[in-house]
């Protein structure tokens, strides 16, 4: 009797994906191409128990809309989780949470003309185009940071929700403080922006000349501070909540 010999089938195995968090923790995912880098990430999230992750791989930020493919992902790369907090704030009567997430980026709710959209949910590509990465709030508006360092507004025009006037100086912003109907924005070259409610501080331009290298700025009410890197501190806004211009100039290292 002649034997006959079963062919074997190679076993193929599913190609795997290391996530790691910085702090040291990390999660292998079985993917193939066409899986989306949002299954992924969801996946990482569940087993890490983590809210919301960015993907990161060899120093670009991945997308969480591509698939697998689409990504250049392989077998055995390693992806880095980056751990992004939810942010919420509130105006006195609405809020906003920004959620790190490019499909859902800020979810509003609330008064519709204290800065709740109308459809409860603000989509950052319907705004801008880009993501959210800092939101801040005052009585009845709110202002946004973008990835790109420009700065998105909604809410009450007379409390900044109307930033068509200084939209185009605001760019490579980094920080942003808010009074009661007032915003002042700090870019990355030392300038200040400030819109809004000018009782509040929401025009500078008498104290524009003197808001250069600035490091700080923090508000009170009605009123904003700046802090240069030489130690000199101006003020704008409402006198009786610290805006008194000439009272508000002096130098720390006198």
Not at 62 to 85: M, N
Not at 95 to 118: M, Q, S
Not at 145 to 164: E, H, K, M, N
């Amino acid at each position: 009797q002649e034997s006959h010999r079963i062919p074997t089938v190679p076993t193929v195995l599913p190609a795997m994906l290391r996530i790691s968090l910085v702090s040291g923790r990390s999660t292998a995912v079985n993917f193939d191409d066409q899986i989306s880098l949002g299954e992924v990430k969801a996946f990482a999230q569940r087993d890490l128990r983590v809210g919301f992750l960015r993907l990161s791989c060899g120093g670009r930020i991945l997308d969480p809309k591509q698939t697998a493919a689409e990504a250049g992902l392989k077998d055995g790369d390693c992806v880095t989780g980056i751990v992004q907090e939810a942010q919420l704030a509130a105006t006195s009567r609405a809020f906003a949470i920004h959620c790190h997430n490019p499909a859902v980026n800020v979810v509003t709710w609330g008064h519709v003309h204290y800065g709740a959209d109308d459809h409860s949910t603000v989509l950052g590509d319907q705004r801008s185009g880009r993501n959210v990465t800092a939101i801040q709030a005052n009585l009845s508006a709110f202002a946004a940071i973008l990835d790109d360092g420009t700065v998105v507004a909604w809410g009450d025009p007379r409390a900044g929700g109307d930033y068509s006037l200084v939209r185009h100086r605001l760019t490579n912003v980094i920080a942003i403080q808010a009074t009661d109907e007032a915003f002042a924005a700090l870019r990355s070259d030392g300038q200040v922006v400030a819109w809004g409610s000018q009782r509040h501080g929401g025009l500078s331009l008498d104290v524009l000349p003197a808001l250069r290298n600035v490091t700080q700025i923090q508000a009170t009410q009605s009123a904003f501070a700046a802090l240069r890197s030489d130690g000199f501190v101006s003020a704008w806004g409402d006198d009786a909540c610290g805006g008194n211009t000439r009272l508000g100039q002096f130098d720390l290292k006198k």
